[in-house]
Protein backbone atom coordinates (compact mmCIF):
# COMPACT_ATOMS: atom_id res chain seq x y z
CA UNK A 1 0.00 0.00 0.00
CA UNK A 2 1.18 3.29 -1.09
CA UNK A 3 1.09 5.99 1.65
CA UNK A 4 0.39 9.95 0.91
CA UNK A 5 0.11 12.48 4.40
CA UNK A 6 -0.91 15.64 4.11
CA UNK A 7 -2.29 18.88 6.76
CA UNK A 8 1.13 19.65 8.45
CA UNK A 9 1.71 23.03 9.29
CA UNK A 10 2.75 26.39 11.32
CA UNK A 11 0.19 26.44 14.20
CA UNK A 12 0.23 28.65 18.04
CA UNK A 13 0.33 26.45 21.21
CA UNK A 14 -3.06 25.55 21.91
CA UNK A 15 -4.20 25.38 18.45
CA UNK A 16 -5.55 22.45 16.26
CA UNK A 17 -4.12 20.56 13.28
CA UNK A 18 -5.86 17.83 11.49
CA UNK A 19 -2.92 15.28 9.74
CA UNK A 20 -4.77 13.64 6.97
CA UNK A 21 -3.03 10.21 5.13
CA UNK A 22 -4.24 8.67 1.72
CA UNK A 23 -3.84 4.93 0.99
CA UNK A 24 -3.61 3.76 -2.57
CA UNK A 25 -4.76 0.41 -3.57
CA UNK A 26 -8.02 -1.60 -2.21
CA UNK A 27 -6.85 -3.25 0.92
CA UNK A 28 -6.44 -0.62 3.08
CA UNK A 29 -9.01 -1.96 5.65
CA UNK A 30 -6.77 -5.01 6.01
CA UNK A 31 -4.10 -2.62 7.30
CA UNK A 32 -3.57 -1.49 11.09
CA UNK A 33 -2.36 1.95 10.58
CA UNK A 34 -0.34 3.87 12.44
CA UNK A 35 0.85 7.49 13.30
CA UNK A 36 4.44 8.12 14.13
CA UNK A 37 6.81 11.53 14.77
CA UNK A 38 10.21 12.43 14.47
CA UNK A 39 11.46 15.60 16.21
CA UNK A 40 15.18 16.37 14.90
CA UNK A 41 18.00 14.95 16.32
CA UNK A 42 15.56 12.39 18.31
CA UNK A 43 14.18 8.66 17.33
CA UNK A 44 11.20 8.19 15.42
CA UNK A 45 8.14 7.62 18.29
CA UNK A 46 4.94 5.87 18.42
CA UNK A 47 2.12 8.72 18.53
CA UNK A 48 -1.51 6.48 18.16
CA UNK A 49 -2.60 3.42 16.23
CA UNK A 50 -6.13 2.29 14.99
CA UNK A 51 -7.17 -1.29 14.30
CA UNK A 52 -8.71 -2.32 10.95
CA UNK A 53 -12.57 -1.85 11.44
CA UNK A 54 -11.50 1.12 13.31
CA UNK A 55 -13.10 -0.07 16.85
CA UNK A 56 -9.70 0.18 18.59
CA UNK A 57 -7.40 2.92 19.43
CA UNK A 58 -4.44 3.30 21.41
CA UNK A 59 -2.37 6.29 22.00
CA UNK A 60 1.19 7.64 23.16
CA UNK A 61 0.48 8.72 27.02
CA UNK A 62 2.25 12.39 25.91
CA UNK A 63 -1.11 12.70 23.35
CA UNK A 64 -3.70 10.83 25.54
CA UNK A 65 -6.78 13.49 25.86
CA UNK A 66 -5.38 15.53 23.34
CA UNK A 67 -5.08 13.96 19.95
CA UNK A 68 -7.84 11.46 17.87
CA UNK A 69 -6.64 8.78 15.40
CA UNK A 70 -9.79 7.76 12.93
CA UNK A 71 -10.44 6.05 9.69
CA UNK A 72 -12.71 5.80 6.89
CA UNK A 73 -11.77 3.06 5.14
CA UNK A 74 -14.61 3.68 2.48
CA UNK A 75 -12.24 6.83 1.92
CA UNK A 76 -9.05 4.78 1.97
CA UNK A 77 -8.10 7.46 4.39
CA UNK A 78 -6.66 7.68 8.11
CA UNK A 79 -7.32 10.87 10.29
CA UNK A 80 -5.05 12.25 13.28
CA UNK A 81 -6.90 15.18 14.87
CA UNK A 82 -4.73 16.81 17.36
CA UNK A 83 -5.99 19.44 19.71
CA UNK A 84 -4.01 21.54 22.73
CA UNK A 85 -0.58 21.43 20.81
CA UNK A 86 2.14 22.24 22.30
CA UNK A 87 5.81 23.22 21.50
CA UNK A 88 7.06 20.11 22.23
CA UNK A 89 4.37 18.27 19.71
CA UNK A 90 6.65 19.83 16.63
CA UNK A 91 7.77 17.50 14.36
CA UNK A 92 7.40 15.47 11.28
CA UNK A 93 4.54 13.12 11.40
CA UNK A 94 4.43 9.82 9.48
CA UNK A 95 1.59 7.74 8.72
CA UNK A 96 2.02 3.60 8.39
CA UNK A 97 0.30 0.99 7.62
CA UNK A 98 0.82 -2.81 8.86
CA UNK A 99 -1.22 -5.92 9.75
CA UNK A 100 0.23 -6.04 13.86
CA UNK A 101 -1.35 -4.16 16.34
CA UNK A 102 1.85 -2.33 17.48
CA UNK A 103 3.67 0.46 18.35
CA UNK A 104 7.31 0.09 17.27
CA UNK A 105 7.95 1.54 13.89
CA UNK A 106 9.52 -1.51 12.65
CA UNK A 107 5.86 -3.19 13.34
CA UNK A 108 4.62 -1.38 10.28
CA UNK A 109 5.47 -2.64 6.48
CA UNK A 110 4.43 0.75 4.46
CA UNK A 111 5.22 4.56 5.83
CA UNK A 112 3.99 7.89 3.84
CA UNK A 113 6.47 10.52 3.34
CA UNK A 114 5.36 12.74 6.76
CA UNK A 115 4.02 16.24 7.23
CA UNK A 116 5.93 18.40 9.27
CA UNK A 117 4.06 19.87 12.16
CA UNK A 118 5.92 23.71 13.83
CA UNK A 119 4.15 24.48 16.71
CA UNK A 120 5.42 27.97 17.71
CA UNK A 121 4.37 31.45 18.81
Known amino acids: VQLQASGGGFVQPGGSLTLSCAAS????????MGWFRQAPGKEREFVAR????????YYADSVTGRFTISRNNAKNTVYLQMNSLKPEDTAAYYCAAGVIFGRRPDEYDSWGQGTLVTVSS
Open 25 to 32: GRTFSSYV
Open 50 to 57: ISKSGGMT
